[in-house]
Nanobody, 123 residues
Framework: QVQLVESGGGMVQTGASLRLSCAVS????????MGWFRQAPGKEREFLAI????????FYADSVKGRFTIFRDNVKTTVFLQMNSLKPEDTAVYYC????????????????WGQGTQVTVSS
């Protein structure tokens, strides 16, 4: 089992930055890929970014490329999502997830999920 706990969400204004954290614990997760997703009301869960826990390789959705950065801290076993230049359309619940299937964009390919953290961006 792998446990994921997100934190760092909140309410900010357009143009602000937030850093989300995902604390990872449980069984050995060195072979996992860690992803960030978000889900706005009435919309499907959207892939944002993914990082390989073993080598740090990353991949981003076009919608956030250049604004969001995913990175990890191996010592603290935490994955982060740095979000800059936030827009009202970034308002959503943000989730981190873990997959053993390599780089995956579909939420159904992830085995473990956190509880989510709300991000609200006002105009």
């Amino acid at each position: 089992q792998v446990q994921l706990v997100e934190s760092g969400g909140g309410m900010v204004q357009t143009g602000a930055s937030l850093r989300l954290s995902c604390a990872v614990s449980g069984r050995s997760f060195s072979g996992y890929h860690m992803g960030w997703f978000r889900q706005a009301p009435g919309k499907e869960r959207e892939f944002l970014a993914i990082i390989s826990w073993s080598d740090g390789g990353t991949f981003y959705a076009d919608s956030v490329k250049g604004r969001f950065t995913i990175f990890r801290d191996n010592v603290k076993t935490t994955v982060f999502l740095q979000m800059n230049s936030l827009k009202p359309e970034d308002t959503a619940v943000y989730y981190c997830a873990a997959s053993t299937l390599g780089v995956q964009y579909r939420s159904t390919k992830y085995d473990y999920w956190g509880q989510g953290t709300q991000v609200t961006v006002s105009s």
